[in-house]
């Protein structure tokens, strides 16, 4: 299939992965039509491909008519809105669940059969939370409408503007400790972000026939090595402390009470701590890169680029052990 005159909407495409997203399509060709809620916050979108080839279109998910425009005169369809924590009217429920079935009436009324939705691993309907329940929800509304529906799940996403390892990076300039949640022995495999997008791409570009992906990294890490990794990364010397569950469960207490102030983001809340104590790894018998022919990037190569900039001296001090050698 080459995809050089075809259009393809993209809900999410202002977001982490979205961006990574829009020029993976590009570079396959497609045109773009990047649904977004708040379009002019978004224009550096407009720049990634060729004068046209990226265009934006505001839209909503929670009302249906915008959805409709969105899709409307589009070859396939890419979801990749999501959200780790709930604001307001931007729910788990709203977004997660109701928002894939959603976009899944308005493709069945355009006829549109190509469509990828991003998720997460862990997904699961009978989770016990509710970020995985909905998770889960929405991936069962999206494939009783469109079948062919593929679905992608990501482990946690690493790359340059990531939330996992600038977050932790950033809290070691002023904490003298890093809690290890649930004594930080959760399992993860890191994926590197342009990877989940050339696979999201591809998905499209060869055309949907209903498969589900969980696409992790070459490796499998704890949050305790992960933790490491970042301090050692940045040249840093912390105190990593064992946090019981119930700890935690307070500490996410407090992140959702700060949480609704505005303009704050939780660093915790009590639903991501339901999510810790599963692990996030790639089942034994999933499909994954494999079947897009790429072999993904590991943290080791790909973290320290962008993490260098929280070394105690600036972005360009070297590490002790090299300075020593």
């Known amino acids: ?25 590009v570079a396959n060709g497609w045109r773009v039509r990047a649904a977004v809620r708040n379009p002019h916050t978004a224009h550096e979108l407009k720049v990634i491909g060729d004068v046209g080839q990226v265009q934006l279109m505001q839209a909503n998910l929670r009302f249906p008519t915008s959805v409709a425009r969105a899709v409307e005169g589009a070859d396939a369809v890419i979801n990749l809105v ?10 788990f429920e709203a977004l997660h669940a109701t928002a894939p ?9 355009a006829n549109i059969t190509n469509v990828a939705h991003v998720s997460a691993i862990g997904a699961d309907v009978n989770s016990e939370s509710d970020y995985a329940r909905t998770k889960g929800e929405g991936e069962a509304n999206l494939r009783a409408l469109i079948p062919t529906a593929d679905i992608l799940r990501p482990s ?18 002023f904490a003298p400790a890093l809690p290890l949640i649930g004594g930080g022995q959760t399992k993860f495999q890191p994926v590197f972000v342009e990877d989940v997008a050339k696979a999201v791409a591809e998905s499209v570009t060869r055309g949907t026939t ?20 970042m301090l050692d990364t940045i040249d840093k010397k912390r105190l990593l402390l064992p946090m019981p569950w119930f700890a ?17 983001e939780p660093f915790l809340t009590r639903d991501q701590v339901k999510n810790l104590k599963v692990d996030n790894v790639v089942a034994e018998d999933a499909v994954g ?10 943290v080791e ?25």
């Open 1 to 25: 299939m080459t995809p050089t005159s075809n259009l393809v909407t993209v809900f999410g495409g202002s977001g982490f992965l979205g961006r990574y997203v829009i020029r993976a399509l």
């Open 82 to 91: 999501g959200v780790l924590f709930e604001a307001g009217r931007q729910s």
């Open 101 to 109: 079935d959603t976009i899944g009436a308005a493709c069945t009324a």
């Open 156 to 173: 946690i996403v690493f790359g340059t503007e990531d939330e996992f390892f600038n977050r932790f990076a950033k809290m070691s300039a």
């Open 210 to 229: 209903g498969m589900t992906y969980e696409l992790g990294g070459p490796k499998t890490y704890t949050f305790k090595e992960l933790l490491r990794f």
């Open 248 to 264: 935690a469960n307070m500490m996410g207490f407090c992140g959702e009470l700060s949480g609704a102030l505005p303009f704050v």
């Open 289 to 298: 890169f494999e079947a897009f022919d790429i072999q993904p990037k590991t």
């Open 301 to 325: 190569a790909i973290v320290p680029t962008y993490l260098a900039k929280y070394r105690k001296y600036g972005e360009f001090y070297e590490k002790r052990e090299a300075i020593e050698d």
